[in-house]
């Protein structure tokens, strides 16, 4: 459930829930005419922000408090209000494509749908040996 703020034809200005971001307006409940949503209070005023974005929420269970009720809660409203955030800035949603990788060599550097496997494991490597040996090839000749 995401709340927003509407306004229809008439003017009258009412909140409501829809099930999620993408759920059609409801038609107001005062004169029964179309309605449009208005900017979320979230953004009104307050200082901006950009939220959390999807690679540092947690993706598993141990992530949650191993499904403690409160974190849940938490973390789906900061994944609401980002959602929120990337309709209106869709240049913040970053790289949305599923992770087929993210272990061993490809930790901190998923492989995503779509990625040349090869290339990507290729680049993995180098990025990991360049971690390993920080100071080879930086021009600091001795
Ligand atoms: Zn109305």
Not at 7 to 36: I, K
Not at 60 to 71: C, H, P, T
């Amino acid at each position: 459930m995401v709340l927003h703020d509407f306004t229809c034809e008439q003017g009258h200005r009412f909140e409501a829930g829809v099930p999620s971001m993408t759920s059609p307006d409801p038609a107001c409940p005062a004169c029964g005419s179309a309605t449009r949503r208005r900017p979320s209070r979230l953004n009104v005023g307050g200082r901006a922000s950009t939220g959390v974005p999807r690679e540092r929420m947690p993706r598993s269970w141990e992530g949650v408090g191993r499904g403690d009720r409160e974190a849940v809660a938490h973390w789906r409203k900061v994944a609401e209000k980002r959602e929120a955030l990337e309709e209106r800035h869709p240049e913040l949603a970053g790289d949305r494509r599923p992770v087929l990788a993210h272990e061993g060599v490809f930790a901190g550097r998923p492989l995503r749908a779509g990625d040349d496997v090869g290339a990507a494991l290729t680049a993995a490597r180098a990025a990991r040996a360049a971690e390993q040996a920080p100071s080879a090839g930086s021009g600091a000749a001795s």
